[in-house]
């Protein structure tokens, strides 16, 4: 039997090379939307190791949150991973005998910045010491705002870590942002006299002003609230006051929204700007910066810089050692001198 002679030419398929998402680019800078890694390349305590998860909840939604590590992976993995994924930045913590350190490198070719992390407390702990904890669902959706105070010096360790900081994170334009993406906030607060920065992690939520929490809990939740101890419906609206204690109505703490935000906020009315630590808290100080990533000339160090304070006093020490041994000398010879002229004197009135 004759073969049948398939005569369609064969074809390579082409994929279309698909365009970029409208969620990879900034709309306000037009740049590339920062993303990041959190990783180790040791093995970590128990404690550090969840304090790496929360680091990974806080630089949601643009990270690996499920990133794995292994003993054999190096730094060059991460970065050659990193380029096709878009990652920006790498956060690295690394554990000591001495010290617990966090590491923040922008890719590929750094900088790198070195924070020794003197305290710190994970989300769970802070979680566990409030009275009402605050975590929904749709929180970690959106990329938090950051707020830098204390950073306005001149210095330039100080300067760059304030370039690191506002560009991890998304820029935002406050003429056409969305209120309801703003729901956290990330703080940092430099002390000049101890050299300390205080990490805090908040959520943000808004209460209208003048309206009690039983009114706010009918209104998002719409449930039938239980009036059967209550003689009249107008019991339940002006029972209880209007807010609490830690609710108060400020001037300061107030915002006139512009447009409606969730069931509770109208537009044109006055609501309450309320902050919420969720974790987790840390208190760290830049000890190093390199220019490469984790490798180059070192830019700034905290510890030579201790030491060369160190040496700059002993040397004036020894300089005054030495001042002080010369007077004394000069004094000594002054007073050799002057007995010899006695002398000499004498010898001239005998004769």
């Not at 975590?135 to 705002?145: A, S, V």
């Amino acid at each position: 039997m004759g073969r049948f002679k398939n005569n369609k030419k064969s074809r390579v398929i082409v994929k279309p090379i698909s365009k970029k998402n409208q969620e990879d680019v900034s709309h306000v800078t037009g740049d590339k939307i920062p993303k990041s890694f959190v990783f180790s390349r040791m093995k970590l305590p128990p404690s550090v190791r969840q304090l790496q998860m929360d680091l990974r909840k806080l630089m949601l939604p643009y990270t690996a949150l499920s990133l794995k590590e292994k003993k054999r992976n190096t730094l060059r993995d991460f970065l050659n991973v990193s380029g096709p994924m878009g990652v920006t930045h790498f956060l690295m913590l690394s554990k000591t005998a001495s010290a617990l350190n966090l590491r923040v490198a922008r890719t590929p070719q750094g900088p790198t910045l070195t924070f020794k992390i003197h305290q710190y407390s994970l989300a769970s702990d802070i979680a566990q010491s409030q009275t009402r904890p605050r975590c929904p669902q749709d929180l970690f959706k959106n990329p938090p705002l950051i707020v830098l105070s204390g950073f306005g010096s001149q210095e330039l360790h100080l300067k760059l870590a304030t370039i690191m900081f506002q560009n991890i994170f998304p820029s935002i334009d406050i003429n056409t942002v969305k209120l309801s993406t703003c729901q956290r906030l990330v703080l940092l607060n430099y002390n000049k006299d101890t050299k300390l920065i205080d990490f805090r992690h908040y959520s943000i939520r808004l209460q209208p002003v003048g309206v009690s929490r039983r009114i706010r809990k009918f209104v998002q939740n719409h449930q039938v609230p239980d009036l059967r101890n209550l003689q009249d419906v107008s019991d339940f609206v002006t029972k209880a006051g209007y807010g609490s204690e830690s609710e108060g109505d400020e001037e300061a703490a107030t915002v006139t929204l512009s447009s409606d935000l969730g069931r509770v906020n109208k537009g044109a009315t006055k609501s309450a700007v309320k902050l919420q630590e969720i974790g987790p808290r840390m208190t760290m100080q830049l000890v190093k910066v390199e220019e490469g990533l984790c490798t180059g000339g070192i830019i700034f160090s905290e510890y030579e810089n201790v030491d060369g304070k160190k040496e700059n006093m002993k040397k004036k020490d020894e300089e005054a050692d030495e001042e002080e041994e010369e007077d004394s000398e000069e004094e000594e010879e002054g007073g050799e001198g002057s007995e010899e002229d006695g002398e000499d004197m004498d010898e001239d009135f005998e004769d």
